[in-house]
């Protein structure tokens, strides 16, 4: 079975720009979490989908935004980006909304000059 | 709210040496609990878990036992690898509520194993 995967791996944006990922999760998995990773504050939640609705969502500001469609697949997206959304962004996924375990995909770093 | 707290790193070890990592957690209720690997420039593996007390998590001869009453979660094992240099989090779910899909981790320990 095919794991989690992210696109694109690599992203280079100017500050102001937007920028949109893309996570496939697990075939049969209906969750998808997102995060975010810096050295500084380590791994942050962004928030979580299930069939298609967000279901929570962590302390981040409205420039971050995301959806699921009906396939599972799930999309992020930055808005007016700024120097310190520079992270790797990792998507996860999970069989039910509520199983404990999530599964990582190899996430996108994004770098915003 | 919920919180994980590592020990702090980097720990550098001899190939063959015990290691441990302390984990300790504060939570409501009964947490599952959880410990990921990561590789440099991969995303985070899941290593093993545990999810309810007293609860012995193992893979690859990694070994973590699910303490209620000291709220811990170490990870241990007897002998290390070069190949195990890589960085470990703890993680705790906590289903429920504003829980839902949310994996509370740790800062992370960078483990280096020399050979």
């Known amino acids: 079975k095919a794991g989690v995967t992210q696109t694109p791996r690599y992203l280079i944006k100017t500050r102001g720009q937007q920028v949109t990922l893309s996570c496939s999760p697990i075939s049969g998995h209906r969750s998808v979490s997102w995060y975010q990773q810096t050295p500084g504050q380590g791994l942050q939640f962004l928030f979580e989908?299930?069939?298609?609705?967000?279901?929570n969502k962590g302390n981040f500001p409205g420039r971050f935004s995301g959806r699921q469609f009906s396939n599972s697949r799930s999309e992020m997206n930055v808005s007016t980006l700024e120097l310190g959304d520079s992270a790797l962004y990792l998507c996860?996924?999970?069989?039910?909304?509520?199983?404990?375990?999530?599964?990582f995909g190899p996430g996108t770093r994004l770098t915003v000059l | 709210g919920n919180s994980v707290t590592q020990m702090e790193g980097p720990v550098t070890l001899s190939e063959e040496a015990f290691l441990t990592i302390n984990c300790t957690y504060t939570a409501t209720g009964y947490p599952s609990l959880f410990w990921y690997v990561q590789y440099p420039g991969e995303g985070l593996q899941l290593l093993l878990k545990a999810t309810k007390a007293d609860d012995k998590g193992s893979n690859k001869g990694f070994e973590a036992t699910y303490r209620k009453e000291t709220t811990s979660f170490h990870l241990e094992k007897g002998s290390v690898q070069v190949s195990d240099s890589a960085v470990y989090f703890c993680?705790?779910?906590?289903?429920?509520?504003?829980?839902?899909?949310?994996?509370?981790f740790g800062q992370g320990t960078i483990l280096t194993v020399h050979p």
């Open positions: 996860a996924s999970s069989f039910k909304r509520d199983s404990p375990e999530q599964f």
């Open positions: 993680a705790l779910s906590n289903a429920g509520g504003t829980s839902y899909g949310k994996l509370t």
């Open positions: 989908y299930f069939s298609e609705t967000q279901r």
